[in-house]
């Protein structure tokens, strides 16, 4: 089973990359881009478990591993399986 999951910065976190992009995009002539937010995507594949079974460790794992509950935030999907 593959598994999707996407950390960013909570809303009220200030983002200085994101600021940078959105700065250059603006430069460039994309005067439509309203705010940029970075984060990191892991794509994870999970074997012998089931889709029940997914739903349970992949908050875990993102929580306990993959970000910082302080400052970041995290969305998941499963991609296959």
């Known amino acids: ?33 309203q705010d940029v937010r970075q984060g990191k995507v892991f794509e994870i594949d999970l074997a012998g478990v089931s889709r029940a079974e997914a739903e349970g460790l ?10 910082n509950p302080i400052i970041e935030k995290f969305t998941w999907q499963i991609l296959e399986g």
């Open 1 to 33: 089973m593959k598994v999707r999951i996407l950390v960013s910065l909570k809303d009220s976190i200030l983002d200085p990359q994101g600021q940078t992009v959105m700065n250059a995009l603006r430069t460039l002539g994309y005067g439509a881009v």
């Open 58 to 67: 992949v908050p875990e794992i993102s929580d306990k591993v993959l970000a």
